[in-house]
């Protein structure tokens, strides 16, 4: 378990984005500065909670489709603070043997997380940067606790936007993904600018304020993120369609969303 003495000082003064989207799903892990930079956004975006909100009902039935497919084993990148409903909740509840590692670069998270997961051997955060995938898996909560000889999923949910175009996002889910074995799945969230441009450009505005400037992709630059797996069905759609679990939809929340498998 990652060593919290060892967790960089934290600036409360300067929002995080982790900490903005705790605040969006009504969690406690977060400071004045996110929570007012997070009303901002909220201000320029009424439906702002409902995108985040979306997202991680997404990542929930994503994490359900992987276990039906026998996967038992997850790498949650940029996992963000452990809001009611983490991944080790939701694969757990299903199959009580499921290992989830987290990963993320923001101390409150990690500190949070870690006294979260004190008692849950199957589950562990690391502090690393999701743009190095050889520091990622070389960490002890990764690398002692998953086999990468078995199936893995990869998650990569609302992380990559707050990858830059110079950190080459592309290239980046692809070196995860030649890390993992085939029949692995990799599950993939992504902000929009298709909708709703003018609502994204002003929420991106708030966020070049914050410790993580927001960078929205087309569907083809997400397309891009997975391409070489098989998308499983629908394919790549909005996140609210992607294998809905009522029979609501159609309300699009500018979050594409998809899961390929490793072949």
Not at 170 to 178: F, K, S
Not at 203 to 214: E, G, H, I, K, Q
Not at 217 to 234: K, N, Y
């Amino acid at each position: 378990m990652t060593d919290l003495s060892k967790l960089p000082a934290v600036d409360p003064e300067v929002p995080n984005a982790a900490r903005m989207y705790d605040y969006y799903l009504g969690g406690s892990h977060n400071f004045a500065a996110d929570r007012d930079a997070a009303e901002r956004v909220k201000a320029a975006v009424p439906y702002a909670v409902e995108i985040a909100r979306a997202n991680r009902f997404f990542l929930h039935r994503a994490v359900r489709f992987c276990l039906g497919e026998g996967i038992d084993q997850f790498l949650d990148l940029g996992s963000g603070i452990p809001t009611v409903g983490n991944v080790h909740e939701a694969a757990q509840a299903t199959n009580p043997a499921a290992r989830v590692a987290y990963v993320d670069n923001e101390p409150v998270t990690v500190a949070s997380a870690t006294a979260l997961l004190e008692d849950n051997p199957l589950a562990t955060v690391t502090m690393a940067d999701v743009r190095d995938p050889d520091a990622v898996f070389a960490a002890p909560g990764v690398k002692d606790l998953l086999d990468l000889t078995r199936p893995v999923a990869l998650l990569m949910v609302a992380v990559l936007p707050f990858v830059a175009d110079e950190d080459d996002p592309v290239g980046l889910a692809e070196r995860y993904r030649a890390r993992l074995g085939p029949g692995s799945l990799h599950v993939l969230s992504h902000g929009t600018t298709d909708h709703d441009p003018s609502d994204v450009r002003a929420m991106s505005d708030v966020y070049r304020t914050t410790a993580n400037p927001l960078t929205p992709r087309t569907r083809d630059q997400v397309a891009a993120m997975l391409r070489g797996t098989e998308l499983v069905e629908p394919g790549l759609v909005d996140a609210t369609e992607w294998r809905p679990e009522d029979t609501i939809g159609g309300q699009h929340r500018g979050m594409w969303a998809a899961v390929g498998r490793i072949r």
